[in-house]
T-cell receptor, first 114, second 112 residues
Framework: KQEVTQIPAALSVPEGENLVLNCSFT??????LQWFRQDPGKGLTSLLL?????REQTSGRLNASLDKSSGRSTLYIAASQPGDSATYLC?????????????FGTGTRLLVSP | EAQVTQNPRYLITVTGKKLTVTCSQN?????MSWYRQDPGLGLRQIYY???????DKGDVPEGYKVSRKEKRNFPLILESPSPNQTSLYFC???????????FGPGTRLLVL
């Protein structure tokens, strides 16, 4: 059974720092991996999607990497801002479920202080 | 604006009183699904639908029903809600399997 773990569960940094969020998964047979952002009272917003054949994806100050063989992904946020404060969720799409569902980690709650 | 909408956003009800949470998307997506989010457990899939009239169970389908009579709508039905169904519910859609999933704003349900 696929399991997704995110460490740390919470992170607090001052504005301007570069930071890395970690995601690990137990089964490397995945179709893709997505990083989401969740703001309080709002839904999930997709940040980056990495296909299993890709190594990384970039969007603005965000860079996500994928090492499928080791079951790891990282989300790098450059020059963090208070507006980046949110919970970040990692999710994988396993191959052995017929691509029907995402398996989510429990998230990393990020607080960026001015 | 491309979006997934859910109603209601907040709901307080009592045990056994049937309720429906609506979900609608305006992106002509074929794939839709429902998740519930609980502290410490993350998001877990309840039901999903590949297309109109095609639905199937996710990881935690007990106590829930769904229907997909139209492509844009995918309501979640709780026939006899119980307190353990108190949760935050999300509807999601995507154009096809493996593509980016778009999530609704969530429905916070409290069952007394």
């Amino acid at each position: 059974k696929q399991e997704v773990t995110q460490i740390p569960a919470a992170l607090s940094v001052p504005e301007g720092e570069n930071l890395v969020l970690n995601c690990s998964f137990t089964d490397s047979a995945i179709y893709n991996l997505q990083w989401f952002r969740q703001d309080p009272g709002k839904g999930l917003t997709s940040l980056l999607l990495i296909q299993s054949s890709q190594r990384e994806q970039t969007s603005g100050r965000l860079n996500a990497s994928l090492d499928k063989s080791s079951g790891r992904s990282t989300l790098y946020i450059a020059a963090s801002q208070p507006g980046d404060s949110a919970t970040y969720l990692c999710a994988v799409l396993p191959m052995n479920t017929g691509f029907q569902k995402l398996v989510f980690g429990t998230g990393t709650r990020l607080l960026v202080s001015p | 604006e491309a979006q997934v909408t859910q109603n209601p956003r907040y709901l307080i009800t009592v045990t056994g009183k049937k309720l429906t949470v609506t979900c609608s998307q305006n992106m002509n997506h074929e794939y839709m699904s429902w998740y519930r989010q609980d502290p410490g457990l993350g998001l877990r899939q309840i039901y999903y639908s590949m297309n109109v009239e095609v639905t199937d169970k996710g990881d935690v389908p007990e106590g829930y029903k769904v229907s997909r009579k139209e492509k844009r709508n995918f309501p979640l039905i709780l026939e006899s809600p119980s307190p353990n169904q108190t949760s935050l519910y999300f509807c999601a859609s995507s154009s096809m399997i493996g593509e980016t999933q778009y999530f609704g704003p969530g429905t916070r349900l409290l069952v007394l």
